[in-house]
């Protein structure tokens, strides 16, 4: 495991490790009319997170956010042993954007022996990432379930930089009517474009510099898009760019932004979204196609 750095020494926050702690600490909250707004994380803070934590701000008056290493969403082959861990850099940070409280649960707190229950999203979890990476969705949708529940909050915060991952929740969330809204928040980029992940901290030096041509080639692809062209030209001269560049393309297609249904054709709205390896690295994004002129 790779540790983040030393905390500011300065900053910080309530922290909990037990849902009975969790539901206690909200339950008082709510005794004094307060509304609730939740941030799950995996931890390695970033300003992406912090965002996320601010808008959350915005929108309720207690902020939870909570930081949980998922073991079911990683595959056999990914990195869960290598996700960089640094809970007292990520409390600390997470409590200058604003959180209230911390929700940090052992492994044996969200999943204690016995535990066989998993939440399946079919449909929408088919293709992308659902395609490359078998049985993550299952662990989101299972995680993110148990988080909500334990919470209750009334708004809960999921980055847009995991597009699909966001409409799957909120497709868990309509279907097992869990009373809460989920909103999703803007990516948050480098100033160069490239979108802010933990994962950035796996690319090389040479890597970090051609790692912005993912963001510029689907954000050309998308202006080709809205200018008519059609969506299998668009998208294969993308691809084409990505490879010369040195990525190797997992997956870069056109989507329906509200069903992810795959598109053809002259578009008038869509979504453009790419998962591509750079080295060892798995970077994800996606961009809006902006209306036609």
Known sequence: MRNLGPAPMTTEIETVRTVADLRARVSAWRARGGSLAMVPTMGAIHEGHMSLVRQAK???????????????????????EAYPRGEARDAALLAEAGADLLFAPGAGEMYPEGFATTVHVADITEGL????????????????AKLLLQCGPDVAIFGE????????????????????????GAIVREP??????SRNAYLSAEERETAPLLYATIQQAAHALAAGHATEHALESARAAL??????????????????????????????????FLGKTRLIDNVPVPPRA
């Open 129 to 144: 990432c659902g395609a490359s990476r078998p049985d993550h969705f299952d662990g989101v949708a299972t995680v993110v």
């Open 192 to 197: 160069d474009g490239l979108a802010l992940s």
């Open 243 to 276: 490879e010369a560049a040195g990525f190797r393309v997992d997956y870069l297609e056109a989507r329906d932004p509200e069903t992810l249904a795959r598109l053809s054709g002259s578009v008038a709205t869509a979504r453009i979204l790419v998962a591509a």
């Open 161 to 184: 930089k995991d597009y699909q991952q966001l409409l799957v929740i909120k497709r868990l969330v309509r279907d097992l009517n869990i009373p809460v809204k989920i909103v999703g």
């Open 58 to 80: 915005g929108l309720a008056g207690h902020v939870v956010a909570s930081i949980f290493v998922n073991p079911l969403q990683f595959g056999p082959s990914e990195d869960f």
